[in-house]
């Protein structure tokens, strides 16, 4: 829900308890709930046999106590195949768009007809897709986090492989895998969150404090005075559902063939010697007459091929993500302190936008000035030239690894390892020879 910046539509297919309608009302800016949920009689056994999960009766609004007769909801007792097809099948109104839809029914690993109907249906997942505005977010419960020895699900978990294949063909922008233990199940359940706008992303990957404050403005108070929310606040989604969980990572690194990034950006490699800060020095390269004077970083001894460069020095860069740099830029208009520091993140900085907006990561130690070069009045750095001596281990993935590919745990867990450490050298340097990189995804250098 914190996915999107201001849901008023919500549909919920399935759902009976009605457990994630009690969480869906809590959220103050939703002005209608469809719940679609096929079996009537679960949701009047549900009311008898566990009222705790339909309960709304701490909310601090007038409303019944049962989330069911809340009149921001609408329960619709059919097929959510049916109602989504003959309701969004030609619907161009934007205000009468979904905002999100929740898919709390079968999960994909059941081995029954109408699990296949749900999440291998092209048809039904496209009118899913129809369905939402423009900065739509679609959330599914995909079923048990696999084991860490299981196989790839291309094996093992067939129908989950298949609704992410389809997921990503459909035209989302935006995909991110997170498992929750609180569920009260035999093991942690995984969930999938894709989205229509890159927009998304942003709040995905909200700070602790922005979070803190979405959860503020956003939920309904409570009659006690407590929290409405038990298991999430600001703390808990940066720390444990911003990212995959290693399991899913591992489990996808045992597809075959084995995907590039596997072998390429899930840290450093121990076997892989490093050359340490101490064999480095930064000093003024030689450029050409007229030219302003440019610092580089050089080697103080022979350095071999094979060779990480100072992997001590990139393991804590400056990261400045989108709102923090969008505050630099406007405020830097007026002052001078702030002019500077947007200058040393233009000039030494890795601009990206992983995380929804213009971000930027810098080195904080005598690295940036491996990454800097080339990036102003100095540009000599291409694939093909001779006088590369680095790789950043960025430039070695396929670009479209990067940009293309929405389902990849490897890259959403270890998406800022890459930006900017990791050199390696390519030849064996020189004492007094100069550090080059072949950073070609940094913006500033594009």
Known sequence: MFAHPNPKRVAIVG????????EVLKHKTVEKAYMIEIDEEMVRLSRDHLPGWSDCSNLEENSPDWCIENPRADVQYTNALTWFVENYGDVTEDSQLLDVIIMDALDPEDSVE?????YNNGVFLQSLYDSLSEDGVLVIQVGGSPEPNAPSETFSNKNRALLIDHLQKLGFTSMHLYHE??????LPWNYLVVSKSGKARKHWYANEAQISLAIRQRILPTKTGESALRYFDGATMATSYQFPSKRSETVYCRHQP???ECLDSRGFVPSVPNAPLEWLEVKENENEAGSRPEKGLFAKVDIPKGH???????????YFPPDTYKLIIEMGEEAERLQALQMYTDEYGF???IDGGLEVTVDSSILSFVNNHGCTNT???????????LVSRVSRQNRTILENTLFNPVLDRNDR??????HITQRDIQAGEEMLSNNYLASSCA
Do not use: Q
């Open 351 to 353: 601009k990206s936008s």
């Open 258 to 260: 084995t995907p590039e």
């Open 15 to 22: 759902g009976g308890e009605g457990a994630t309608l009690r």
């Open 181 to 186: 233990s609180h569920g009260g199940l035999f």
């Open 379 to 389: 540009y000599n750095v291409r694939d093909d030239t001779g006088d590369v001596n």
């Open 114 to 118: 109408f699990c296949d109907a749900l």
């Open 417 to 422: 390892f890459p930006r900017m450490g990791g």
């Open 308 to 318: 990480y460069v100072a992997i001590e020095g990139s393991i804590n860069p400056l």
